[in-house]
């Protein structure tokens, strides 16, 4: 089936799965359901609902986590990373438990979960968001930025863990549903043998195991099977950073450049590009010539500031 890429779309039916949770290590379940168009991604637990929305983000500490009220909902980039690289628009996530199911540590077995409920496409029109100048923040030697650029969403990512097996590893993503699903979603999380008892102490990773993320030491790789990709540890960070932009509740149509990003601070970029009024546009076209038509809008600004930059 060709999808048109400026429909709207959810699920043709309920799909559903269960697993252990990374940080809790409870045992979780979760179901994808269809939703009407406009109503955007929105998870649901003890009755309550949680829109996917940068303004109910509640923690950023080795996850990200939405909450509303007393219920929160944690670990919900890598199904995020999955809608998103599906192109799914509107969706009811159904939460039992306290956060998303890990199950192997990359967005595979959501992209899985979303084809067994299909994919439907809506009448409605898609609305995109459109950079329309620079929008960056930093933390020491860390930096993310959002950029206008012509027509898509692409990513460059670097990252440095001043480790043996994590040093200066970069990638770059021109995000469409193929490359997603072929390049990045079943690239894993990753941690240091190391932490593992500092962050147990702090309530953390219980239910972590070699099973769902990849685990180093000083010098090795600890997982059986190796890594599935050279550089899984960029190219999951790139899986990290689409879930979390995706709390901005549209598609986007810019670059994101990151150095060494984690959730806090790509948390701090989609809040601060909300913030900024004249950072980005809504844009909601019916097809490519009048995408197209507005980013000729955006031209003169584009070369003004690479040549300021």
Request: contains cysteine; aromatic residues 6%.
């Amino acid at each position: 089936m060709d999808l048109h890429p400026f429909r709207q779309r959810t699920f043709k039916q309920r799909a559903s799965l269960g697993g252990i949770g990374l940080h809790s290590g409870s045992p979780v379940r979760m179901t994808l359901a269809p939703a009407p168009a406009d109503s955007g991604i929105v998870f649901a637990r003890s009755g309550v609902e949680i829109p996917a929305l940068a303004e109910f983000v509640v923690d950023t500490n080795m996850n990200t986590s939405l909450g509303r009220g007393p219920v929160r909902i944690g670990t919900v980039e890598h199904l995020l990373a999955a809608l998103v690289g599906c192109g799914i628009d509107n969706a009811r996530v159904e939460v039992e438990g306290p956060e998303i199911p890990i199950m192997d540590g990359s967005s595979d077995p959501f992209v899985a979960l979303v084809r067994e409920a299909g994919i439907h496409e809506l009448r409605a029109v898609r609305r995109f968001l459109m950079l329309r100048k620079h929008v960056t923040v930093g933390e020491g030697d860390k930096l993310a930025r959002l950029s206008p650029a012509r027509g898509k969403f692409s990513v460059s990512y670097t990252v440095d863990f001043q480790h043996p097996l994590i040093s200066d590893q970069n990638y770059k993503l021109e995000m469409n549903d193929r490359s997603f699903q072929k390049e990045i979603c079943r690239a894993r999380t990753f941690g240091f043998k190391r932490d593992v008892e500092r962050l147990h102490r702090a309530g953390l990773a219980r239910g972590g195991s070699l099973e769902n993320a990849v685990v180093v030491d000083d010098f090795n790789i600890l997982n059986p099977e190796g890594l599935r990709f050279p550089d899984e540890f960029v190219r999951h960070k790139i899986l990290d950073a689409i879930g979390d932009l995706a709390l901005l509740g549209m598609p986007l149509i810019g670059h994101f450049t990151a150095v060494k990003s984690g959730h806090s601070l790509n948390h701090q970029l989609v809040r601060k590009v909300l913030a900024e009024r004249d950072a980005c546009e809504v844009v909601q076209p019916r097809a490519a010539d009048e995408l197209n038509e507005m980013q000729e809008r955006l031209l003169p600004l584009l070369a003004l500031e690479e040549q300021v930059a």
